[in-house]
């Protein structure tokens, strides 16, 4: 069984910083590509920033130039440094793994953790 749980989120000013951790734990012999997504109310999940296991990073342009991501292979960890954080930045930010359990290659994701800016 893999677990997946996030942290750091809360509540920042606008052009404030906040640092969010994923850790991935569990019966997962391997994990390939990670990454953050987001869902703000009423609108549909979308693609924040993914890194593959050789550090290859892609971000949404929204975040561009503001949010880095970045992973600690050895201890299955990874980072989302949000910087000049906006209102529209507000969602609650889901982490995903994608990795071999005890079965195929599968994607996990966590519970989620807010991120609230406000104006």
């Known amino acids: 069984q893999v677990q997946v749980v996030e942290s750091g989120g809360g509540l920042v000013q606008a052009g404030g910083s906040l640092r969010l951790s994923c850790a991935a734990s569990g019966s997962m012999f391997s994990v390939n590509s990670m990454g953050w997504y987001r869902q703000a109310p009423g609108k549909q999940r979308e693609l924040v920033a993914t890194?593959?296991?050789?550090?290859?990073?892609n971000y949404a342009d929204s975040v561009k130039g503001r949010f880095t991501i970045s992973r600690d292979n050895a201890k299955n960890l990874m980072y989302l440094q949000m910087n000049s954080l906006k209102p529209e930045d507000t969602a609650v930010y889901y982490c995903?793994?994608?990795?071999?359990?005890?079965?195929?290659?599968?994607?996990?994701w966590g519970h989620g953790t807010q991120v609230t800016v406000s104006s």
């Open positions: 890194i593959t296991s050789s550090g290859i990073t």
């Open positions: 995903s793994v994608d990795g071999y359990g005890l079965g195929p290659l599968s994607r996990y």
